[in-house]
């Protein structure tokens, strides 16, 4: 039975597979959970609701929001803010849960829906299944349970949250140093970061320079954002800029772009925050978690440094379970998705960007010099849509070929093969010293997964 939940929430096209009708399903089984568990204080519970600039959020808020009304669960609304926002107020205003309409760093076509617990905590696997379960009753009667669906004064409201974006700008300025004397290029991805992530900037002292801050809905993602940043490489060149930051659409990861317009991916900024943490004594444990897609070369750094190494599968939920049973202070993902477990519960690309932003200005050293402490590895991936990802991952042929590419890289290369956690795909990795070879290996492993469909 297909799940609806994957990795990061529900996931799918809007209106086509992520419809007006399963969100309100959502809402109900989501609400009828909560109020079950009493997870909340007070006379009525409530769950605030954020979401992304794609053209379909409103529709599905709407949709999402009437069916938690609809089994006596209030909504605050919070409009267009970044995913970490929505954890933020959700812990703040002491909701019962949070929740997110975006797919992230997805084309504007797809969304999603993604929930945060009261403590600002991704809802765990086991609530989601409990919530899938009452998802599918739902589908099935129309109704949760009979009985449990209020009238009159016990129906839900609806309140529009007139202080969010503001809420959340102060919590983030207070972990801020002062931005003075930088350049920064700003790109938004035309998503969530759009009516923040500049005006935060400047209000620290830095002279901003936004790209993509467009909210038209379509063009989220487009050629932008922390997936493609090469346009900002080059406005940080032609505006002799000190960096520049790429958000993706729900701004819940960054990625940086040094003075020389020369990527930096979030294993080199862990990194450089990792370092300069661990000097001023503040790295608790002397540990960075991270996945199995981090690089060779920042795991060869770290230990170097004195730094231990805790691997979690991929997904930033892993990532702060991990962080949370070692009691370590940060961690994330090549990706961008960075937590620093001082001041939040998940992973926030502003914060880590004022987080890189600090060391700059502590260190007094450009961000090339900082981002030279580790020799990245050459790494390629590459995707294939497949049929079934549990059937093709576990057939005897497929085996084989991970193993032959693994044999031929030896100790100084790695393969990982792993199911796209939101998609029908199997993405395949490879790093080591040579990308020709990487990149024939990898091939291989392809064809071999192809041929199995």
Known sequence: MEKFFGTDGVRGVANRDLTPELAMYIGQAAA?????????????????????????????????????????????????????????????????????????????????IKFFSNLGYKFPDDVEEDIEVLIRQGIA??????????????????????????RYMEFLKATAPSLEGLTVVVDCANGAAGSIAPKLFAELGACVIPVFDSADGMSINVLCGSTHPETLAQKVLACHADLGLAFDGDADRVIAVDENGKIVDGDAIML????????????????LVLTVMSNLGLRRALLENGIKIEETAVGDRYVLERLIESGAALGGEQSGHIIFTDYAKTGDGMLSALKLMEVI?????????????????????????????????????????????????????????????????????????????LDAIAQEVIDKIDAVQ
């Open 32 to 112: 009828c959970h909560l109020v079950r568990q009493g997870t909340y204080e007070g006379p009525r519970a409530k769950i605030i609701i954020g979401r992304d600039t794609r053209v379909s959020g409103g529709m599905l808020e709407a949709a999402l929001a009437a069916g938690i009304c609809s089994m006596g669960v209030d909504v605050w609304l919070a409009g267009v803010v970044p995913t970490p926002a929505v954890a933020f107020l959700t812990r703040t205003y002491e909701a019962c849960a949070g929740v997110v309409i975006s797919a992230s760093h997805n084309p504007a076509p797809d969304n999603g």
């Open 272 to 287: 450089i925050c990792a370092l300069s943490m661990k000097e001023r004594r503040s790295l608790k444990k002397d540990t």
């Open 361 to 437: 200005q502590i260190k007094k050293k450009k961000l090339s010099e900082l981002a030279s402490c580790f020799t990245q590895y050459p790494q390629v991936i590459q995707n294939t849509h497949v049929k079934d990802k549990a059937a093709t991952m576990n057939h005897p042929d497929v085996i084989a070929a991970i193993a032959q590419a693994q044999e031929r890289l030896g100790a100084d290369g790695r393969v990982l093969v792993r199911p796209s956690g939101t998609e029908p795909m199997i993405r395949v990795m490879l790093e080591g010293p040579n990308k020709d070879e």
């Open 141 to 166: 009667t129309g109704v949760m349970t009979a009985g449990e669906r209020p009238v009159g004064s016990g129906v839900g409201r609806i309140v529009p949250m007139k202080q969010a974006e503001e």
